[in-house]
């Protein structure tokens, strides 16, 4: 089992920045991804960056390429998303999510394991 933490998120206003972090405990995997999902009410939960083990390859959804970083530590199984040049559109719960032995690391299917959720708030 494996058991995520989330911290960070919040209020900001439109072109402000934001971080959020998230730490994984329990079994720990060779090969895994640690990504960052997100929920806007009514909407389906979408996929907004995710870093895959070994290697550290770093993947993002267009929407948020160029504005958000995602950075992981391999030895703490953590990973932190810093968003910049927030939109009102970026506003949505997001979830930190952990994948044993990925494949596709864009696709919710691929992670067995998910955060408590955390509310990011961008008022314009």
């Known amino acids: 089992q494996v058991q995520l933490v989330q911290s960070g998120g919040g209020l900001v206003q439109a072109g402000g920045s934001l971080r959020l972090s998230c730490a994984a405990s329990?079994?720990?995997?060779?090969?895994?991804?640690m990504g960052w999902f997100r929920q806007a009410p009514g909407k389906e939960r979408e996929f907004v960056a995710s870093?895959?083990?070994?290697?550290?390859?770093?993947y993002y959804a267009i929407s948020v390429r160029g504005r958000f970083v995602i950075a992981g530590d391999n030895t703490k199984s953590s990973v932190s998303l810093q968003m910049n040049s927030l939109k009102p559109e970026d506003t949505a719960v997001y979830y930190c999510?952990?994948?044993?032995?990925?494949?596709?690391?864009?696709?919710?299917?691929?992670?067995?394991?998910w955060g408590q959720g955390t509310q990011v708030t961008v008022s314009s």
């Open positions: 999510a952990y994948g044993q032995g990925w494949t596709n690391p864009l696709d919710t299917g691929t992670y067995s394991y």
């Open positions: 329990g079994r720990h995997f060779s090969s895994y991804a």
């Open positions: 870093i895959t083990w070994p290697g550290g390859s770093s």
